[in-house]
DNA sequence: GACTTACGTAAGTGTCAACTTAAATATAAG
DNA sequence: CTTATATTTAAGTTGACACTTACGTAAGTC
């Protein structure tokens, strides 16, 4: 889960889901998309990606194709939530429980 | 933005977000809370944190005194949601289709 | 089998950031 | 002004990791 962040905190890497995020990819094309920056290079931050579940690999021929992996995020939407207000979550706590209340 | 992303991702200053979050504290606090680790290191790492917009600072006497800057956080949850967008699961959902067809 | 395409993996290198110790700064109190 | 306390800033060291080039592997084509 701490993994997923540190992945995704890197320019490089960053980069990588936003492109994969509009449409899957095949690791050329990735590659394609960063020039100054080897095809290895790539290959290895799609394998640090892959490790920390944010990316999953499906095969096709010769070619290998990403995309993202959603609940690889979800983890992560969790931890920051532990950030938001205190007042929004006291309100956000407060109306579920009225909405308990309700249903009961 | 991204810098917020970088910054809580290392494992020191991520804890020291986790102990901030709970309850405003002073740096010596903070430092207090680390072993094997000395007090100027800690300084720098709330520097990060205190530059990326995650701490406030405030001064009392000698001391000073952090807390959560929940702004900070706001636009790293709107990043994450990007990625838990729902085209994202159609996305997902057209893959399996086109999987399950290339098996057959 | 020989070749090509599309990748990943291995091994080595250079840079950067997380640390250290030492010195500087700010506030308070005698 | 001197001393103490709380903390940052400066300067220097070192290990991790983002790169490179070279090699290995797997699937498709002739």
Same mark, same amino acid.
């Given at each position: ?5 540190? !992945? ?7 980069? =990588? &889901?936003? #492109?994969?995020? %509009? ?6 094309? =990735? !590659?394609?998309?960063? %020039? ?12 640090? #990606?892959? %490790? ?12 290998? =194709?990403?995309? =993202?992996?959603?609940?690889?995020? !979800?983890? #992560? ?13 006291? &309100? %956000?706590? !407060? ?10």
């Amino acid at each position: 889960m701490f993994e997923a962040l540190q !992945a995704m905190a890197e320019p490089t890497r960053f980069t =990588i &889901l936003q #492109l994969v995020r %509009k449409s899957e990819m095949s690791a050329g094309e =990735i !590659a394609g998309n960063f %020039k100054g920056l080897t095809r290895p290079a790539v290959s290895q931050h799609i394998g640090v #990606l892959k %490790k920390a579940g944010l990316l999953v690999e499906r095969r096709a021929g010769t070619s290998r =194709i990403y995309r =993202i992996r959603p609940q690889g995020f !979800a983890g #992560l939407k969790i931890l920051l939530e532990d950030f938001w207000d205190p007042r929004l979550e006291k &309100l %956000k706590a !407060a109306a579920e429980k009225e909405e308990k209340r309700r249903k009961s």
